[in-house]
């Protein structure tokens, strides 16, 4: 089994790709008799990086 994870959409794929073709052929083999899960909502990382105070930041 194999688990991927990505915060782009898959429509969006193209736009981190060299090309919008290696999008379509990447998803295409990736998809093929897969199970996709989407998920929404704010991601658990995002969520903690926004709440810690940077230590660069904390005067000494």
Excluded: C, N
């Amino acid at each position: 089994a194999l688990g991927i994870g990505s915060h782009w959409p898959f429509d969006q794929w193209g736009r981190f790709l060299p090309e919008h073709t290696t999008a379509v052929s990447l998803l295409d083999r990736l998809l093929h008799h897969s199970i996709v899960v989407v998920t929404e909502g704010e991601s658990f990382r995002m969520k903690q990086a926004r709440t810690r105070t940077p230590a660069r930041l904390i005067k000494k």
